[in-house]
């Protein structure tokens, strides 16, 4: 079967490849979930592998399989699988154990080592493929209702997990009542970590340099937060109007940005980063200044990647409750389909080229 894959450190390696069709038996116990793959995401991560900033092949191999943002049909199941049959749709986590105590205890999306393995990203090959087979403790339901958000199961659950970890930190304070959010990008993690604090009844400011009208303001706007071009109102014009933000994810992919904003952070509030920035930039920081608000005001920053199998479920579930609450706003977001796995070339093109591209997906089959 074909896949689209890179040689890992080598720039611009994307190129069509062969697998063998994977069997359900390869996963020991009867665990096995056999998927026939038809949408597969691809983000900036998928831009940056093929950018050799980082990525690296499964041991034997000199090519890794990209995709992690995956959905499928379930073909076939091991005798042990009990929570997906064939013909359910599907989605997968990420990211599988290594060894530390974090891994053991089913949250490698913490795991304190420094080496990860992650499917279509390091180590493991991803699931631009044909057909994937995958331990059914990584395999995660979609209702056939969601079917048509399909790809946006998996980015979803890494901002449900950005503002689920901004909700347990803050337990430090005894009280915490968020009433203003500031999400800093309004990419596929900012429009969706935007939906989650609306439905959390925040009053949400998503901030993008894109003027208005644009998609991004349609999409914030449709799902009853404030849209705001940094090119029409300044930063501080926005503080003045709203007060500091008790809340703030920075989703921007641009780390000069995530020092920028946490001026905009008010006393006792909490902000997560979550963007992969792989890149060298250096920039000036106004230390003293960040660093005497951070501790007069007893802030917090912290840093979100990945998701487990309970970051997909909430997401999932939140993605729902968009869609009765904000109706067919979140499908907006899945801006650029790709037909085919052979169309790889104008899949990297939409991903470098395209600024108005939401979400960039490939439609592998039909189902
Ligand atoms: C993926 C995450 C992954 C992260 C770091 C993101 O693009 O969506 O699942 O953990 O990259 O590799
Ligand atoms: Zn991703």
């Given at each position: 079967?074909?896949?689209?894959?890179?040689?890992?450190?080598?720039?611009?390696?994307?190129?069509?490849?062969?697998?063998?069709?994977?069997?359900?038996?390869?996963?020991?116990?009867?665990?096995?979930?056999?998927?026939?793959?038809?949408?597969?995401?691809?983000?900036?991560?998928?831009?940056?592998?093929?950018?050799?900033?980082?990525?690296?092949?499964?041991?034997?191999?000199?090519?890794?399989?990209?995709?992690?943002?995956?959905?499928?049909?379930?073909?076939?199941?091991?005798?042990?699988?009990?929570?997906?049959?064939?013909?359910?749709?599907?989605?997968?986590?990420?990211?599988?154990?290594?060894?530390?105590?974090?891994?053991?205890?089913?949250?490698?999306?913490?795991?304190?080592?420094?080496?990860?393995?992650?499917?279509?990203?390091?180590?493991?090959?991803?699931?631009?493929?044909?057909?994937?087979?995958?331990?059914?403790?990584?395999?995660?339901?979609?209702?056939?209702?969601?079917?048509?958000?399909?790809?946006?199961?998996?980015?979803?659950?890494?901002?449900?997990?950005?503002?689920?970890?901004?909700?347990?930190?803050?337990?430090?304070?005894?009280?915490?009542?968020?009433?203003?959010?500031?999400?800093?990008?309004?990419?596929?993690?900012?429009?969706?970590?935007?939906?989650?604090?609306?439905?959390?009844?925040?009053?949400?400011?998503?901030?993008?340099?894109?003027?208005?009208?644009?998609?991004?303001?349609?999409?914030?706007?449709?799902?009853?937060?404030?849209?705001?071009?940094?090119?029409?109102?300044?930063?501080?014009?926005?503080?003045?109007?709203?007060?500091?933000?008790?809340?703030?994810?920075?989703?921007?992919?641009?780390?000069?940005?995530?020092?920028?904003?946490?001026?905009?952070?008010?006393?006792?509030?909490?902000?997560?980063?979550?963007?992969?920035?792989?890149?060298?930039?250096?920039?000036?920081?106004?230390?003293?200044?960040?660093?005497?608000?951070?501790?007069?005001?007893?802030?917090?920053?912290?840093?979100?990647?990945?998701a487990n199998r309970r970051h997909f479920e909430s997401g999932?579930?939140?993605?729902?409750?968009?869609?009765?609450?904000?109706?067919?706003?979140?499908?907006?977001?899945?801006?650029?389909?790709?037909?085919?796995?052979?169309?790889?070339?104008?899949?990297?093109?939409?991903?470098?080229?395209?600024?108005?591209?939401?979400k960039v997906f490939v439609e592998v089959a039909e189902g």
């Amino acid at each position: 079967m074909q896949a689209v894959a890179v040689t890992p450190g080598e720039k611009n390696s994307v190129h069509l490849t062969e697998l063998p069709k994977p069997r359900v038996d390869e996963i020991p116990d009867g665990h096995g979930v056999l998927v026939r793959v038809l949408k597969i995401g691809v983000d900036a991560t998928d831009r940056e592998i093929n950018d050799a900033l980082y990525g690296a092949a499964p041991p034997g191999y000199d090519f890794l399989v990209l995709g992690h943002e995956s959905f499928g049909i379930v073909e076939e199941v091991g005798p042990a699988v009990t929570h997906v049959v064939p013909g359910d749709y599907v989605t997968c986590t990420v990211r599988r154990p290594g060894g530390s105590i974090y891994d053991r205890i089913g949250r490698s999306d913490i795991t304190s080592e420094e080496v990860y393995y992650e499917r279509g990203i390091n180590l493991l090959h991803g699931f631009l493929t044909e057909y994937f087979v995958e331990h059914s403790e990584f395999v995660v339901k979609m209702p056939v209702g969601l079917k048509h958000l399909h790809v946006l199961a998996e980015p979803m659950s890494c901002a449900a997990k950005a503002v689920e970890q901004i909700y347990e930190a803050q337990k430090r304070l005894q009280v915490w009542e968020p009433k203003v959010a500031y999400v800093t990008g309004a990419g596929q993690i900012g429009l969706l970590a935007t939906l989650i604090l609306r439905l959390r009844g925040l009053d949400v400011y998503t901030l993008a340099r894109s003027p208005k009208p644009c998609l991004k303001a349609e999409i914030a706007e449709g799902l009853g937060a404030k849209y705001i071009s940094t090119q029409d109102t300044s930063l501080s014009e926005l503080v003045e109007q709203t007060g500091k933000a008790d809340l703030i994810v920075e989703a921007t992919g641009n780390s000069e940005i995530a020092f920028e904003s946490m001026k905009l952070l008010g006393h006792n509030g909490a902000m997560v980063w979550t963007s992969i920035t792989g890149g060298q930039r250096r920039v000036e920081v106004q230390s003293d200044h960040i660093n005497i608000n951070w501790v007069l005001g007893n802030k917090l920053l912290l840093g979100s990647v990945n998701a487990n199998r309970r970051h997909f479920e909430s997401g999932i579930a939140d993605l729902a409750l968009g869609e009765v609450t904000y109706p067919n706003v979140i499908e907006k977001i899945l801006t650029s389909p790709v037909h085919g796995l052979d169309q790889y070339n104008e899949m990297m093109r939409l991903l470098v080229e395209d600024r108005d591209a939401l979400k960039v997906f490939v439609e592998v089959a039909e189902g």
